[in-house]
T-cell receptor, first 114, second 109 residues
C-alpha cells in the first residue's frame, strides 16, 4: 500500500493564481482531512470529510475549497492564492471513526505564494 | 476547541536520558493521541490512549492520562539521537481532532 500520497511536493505560485493540491489514499479510509502547518502555529485543520460527498469546515477554511467525489481522493483548491497561504500542507486519512482514530499523514506539499 | 498544548516547547537532552513531554487540553475527550514529526516530514502516529485508560506503554514510550486534570504526558526512556523530532499531542472527541504546537526534542549523541 502506498498509504497517503500528496502531489506536488513543492509549488510556487504568484498572488491571485489558483491551484489544486492533490491527496489520495489507498486504505479505503472514510475520513480525510487537510491541515496547514506554519512555524510556531502547529497544525491547523482546514477542511475534512467523513465520506464521499460529505465535507465540512475546520479551523481555517477561508480561501480553500474541497470536494470528495470518491473515497480515495480529497483535493484541496486554492481559489486565489495569497502570501498568507504560504505554508506546508498535509493531508491525512483515518478509518470510519474519523476524528478519534489514528491519522495517517501524507508527506506534505510545501507551498510558497509570492 | 480541545486543542492540546504541549510543554515544554523545546527540550534538549543527552542520549540515554529520559525525555518527558506534557500536554494539557480543555474539554472532554474520547482519547488522546501522540504523534512524532521528523524535520520536513509528515506526522507519524505513536500511541493512542483512551479516556478510560490511565497509562499505556509501547516500546520505550510511556503515556499517562489524567482526565481529572485534563493532562497527559509522554515519556521516552533511554533516548536516542534518532528520537530527535517534534512531538504533538492530539486530544480527540467525536467533534474534531486538533493538534497543538508541539515539543521540539533534541537528543545529542
Amino acid at each position: 500500500n502506498a498509504g497517503v500520497t500528496q502531489t506536488p511536493k513543492f509549488q510556487v505560485l504568484k498572488t491571485g493564481q489558483s491551484m489544486t493540491l492533490q491527496c489520495a489514499q489507498d486504505m479505503n479510509h472514510e475520513y480525510m482531512s487537510w491541515y496547514r502547518q506554519d512555524p510556531g502555529m502547529g497544525l491547523r485543520l482546514i477542511h475534512y470529510s467523513v465520506g464521499a460527498g460529505i465535507t465540512d469546515q475546520g479551523e481555517v477554511p477561508n480561501g480553500y475549497n474541497v470536494s470528495r467525489s470518491t473515497t480515495e481522493d480529497f483535493p484541496l483548491r486554492l481559489l486565489s492564492a495569497a502570501p498568507s497561504q504560504t505554508s506546508v500542507y498535509f493531508c491525512a486519512s483515518a478509518s470510519a471513526r474519523g476524528h478519534t482514530d489514528t491519522q495517517y499523514f501524507g508527506p506534505g506539499t510545501r507551498l510558497t505564494v509570492l | 476547541s480541545q486543542q492540546g498544548e504541549e510543554d515544554p516547547q523545546a527540550l534538549s537532552i543527552q542520549e540515554g536520558e529520559n525525555a518527558t513531554m506534557n500536554c494539557s487540553y480543555k474539554t472532554s475527550i474520547n482519547n488522546l493521541q501522540w504523534y512524532r514529526q521528523n524535520s520536513g516530514r509528515g506526522l507519524v502516529h505513536l500511541i493512542l490512549i483512551r479516556s478510560n485508560e490511565r497509562e499505556k506503554h509501547s516500546g520505550r514510550l510511556r503515556v499517562t492520562l489524567d482526565t481529572s486534570k485534563k493532562s497527559s504526558s509522554l515519556l521516552i526512556t533511554a533516548s536516542r539521537a534518532a528520537d530527535t523530532a517534534s512531538y504533538f499531542c492530539a486530544p480527540g472527541n467525536t467533534d474534531k481532532l486538533i493538534f497543538g504546537t508541539g515539543t521540539r526534542l533534541q537528543v545529542f549523541p
